[in-house]
Nanobody
Framework: QVRLVESGGGLVQAGGSLRLSCAAS????????LGWYYQAPGKQRELVAT???????SYADSAKGRFTISRDNTKNTVYLQMNSLKPEDTAVYYC???????????????WGQGTQVTVSS
């Protein structure tokens, strides 16, 4: 069973930093494409950043220059370093993996349970 477990959210003042982590299990991590999404209250889930199995990254315009996505294949973990946080970054942040289930060998789109990030002004 594929599991994604996020951690690292919390309350921070504007201008501060947080690092989110997402530990994955049950999938072939090294060939998975990974991403972070956020969902603010009353709004749709939106992309923050992605990283391919090869290490190529892409960012939403709102995240460029402030956030950095990275992965550690030895720890089956993807990170999101968030700097210069703004109140409008307040949301639940979700980890996403598009990869292959270790047991079933089926390709799937998997989500974590989310971690709350709150930025105070």
């Amino acid at each position: 069973q594929v599991r994604l477990v996020e951690s690292g959210g919390g309350l921070v003042q504007a201008g501060g930093s947080l690092r989110l982590s997402c530990a994955a299990s049950g999938l072939i991590f090294t060939i998975s494409n990974l991403g972070w999404y956020y969902q603010a209250p009353g709004k749709q889930r939106e992309l923050v950043a992605t990283i391919t199995h090869g290490g190529s990254t892409s960012y939403a315009d709102s995240a460029k220059g402030r956030f950095t996505i990275s992965r550690d294949n030895t720890k089956n973990t993807v990170y999101l370093q968030m700097n210069s946080l703004k109140p409008e970054d307040t949301a639940v942040y979700y980890c996403n993996a598009r990869g292959v289930d270790l047991v079933t060998r089926r390709v799937g789109d998997y989500w974590g349970q989310g971690t709350q990030v709150t930025v105070s002004s």
